[in-house]
């Protein structure tokens, strides 16, 4: 399964604009970019995904470097329910497609 | 439109006990996946399946764990002879038909056993 990698943690303050990055530098042509992000006692949950071109949606949007070996999740305005750990992920669909989670990226928010 | 349902949410079982986690997919959804995470570690993939099928038991233990999709009713991982270091937080997700969309797979709410 091709790596993910990504910083341990990152802190950002409440209104304010979140970039989390993830390097994927052996990504193949079949893997989709998925984010995931994980709070406290409870299960994954679902962010955004996306192949090759800047994905948004209502939670965050998903920027994806031209040559896919680098991609950024956006937050555009932190909250304090947005503390939780970030999971970049590769997914080949061709393969099992299973979901291989690495350690994330945990996210403190102040007020 | 409901999503993963878990149940048990807590579970607590002496040791050599068996226990029984059960996992309805999302409506629509043909595959499950099992997770385990220890405490204070990632989450770590056990098996996926299909209806009737296992599709890759990779992530499953050799001895005491077993996982089934039965044609009907929910998924089913079962422990048998729990240790304490079976204690963790098991999560079961779900996705529509594979292929080159990209489907997103859906978590639930978690298991989680605690061995006494």
């Known amino acids: 399964d091709a790596k993910t990698t990504q910083p341990n943690s990152m802190e950002s303050n409440e209104e304010e604009p979140v970039h989390l990055p993830c390097n994927h530098s052996?990504?193949?042509?079949?893997?989709?970019i998925h984010w995931y992000r994980q709070l406290p006692s409870q299960g994954p949950e679902y962010v955004i995904h996306?192949?090759?071109s800047n994905v948004n949606n209502r939670m965050a949007s998903l920027a994806i470097a031209e040559d896919r070996k680098s991609s950024t999740l956006i937050l555009h305005r932190a909250t304090l329910r947005d503390a939780a750990v970030y999971y970049c992920?590769?997914?080949?669909?061709?393969?099992?497609?299973?979901?291989?989670f690495g350690t994330g990226t945990r996210l403190q928010v102040f007020p | 439109n409901a999503g993963v349902m878990q149940n048990p949410r807590h579970l607590v079982r002496r040791r050599g006990q068996e226990a029984r986690l059960r996992c309805s997919p999302m409506?629509?959804?043909?595959?499950v996946y099992w997770y385990r995470q220890l405490p204070e570690e990632g989450l770590k993939f056990m098996v996926y399946?299909?209806?009737?099928?296992?599709?890759?038991e990779s992530g499953m233990p050799k001895e005491r764990f077993s996982a089934e999709f039965p044609k009907e009713g929910p998924s089913i991982l079962r422990i048998q002879q729990v240790v304490r270091g079976d204690s963790a937080a098991y999560f079961c997700?779900?996705?529509?038909?594979?292929?080159?969309?990209?489907?997103?797979?859906?978590f639930g709410e978690g298991s989680w056993l605690t061995v006494v």
């Open positions: 997700a779900s996705s529509q038909s594979t292929g080159n969309s990209g489907n997103t797979i859906y």
């Open positions: 052996t990504i193949s042509g079949t893997d989709y």
């Open positions: 996306g192949l090759t």
């Open positions: 992920i590769l997914r080949d669909v061709q393969d099992t497609d299973k979901l291989i």
């Open positions: 409506k629509g959804h043909s595959h």
């Open positions: 399946l299909q209806k009737e099928n296992i599709i890759d």
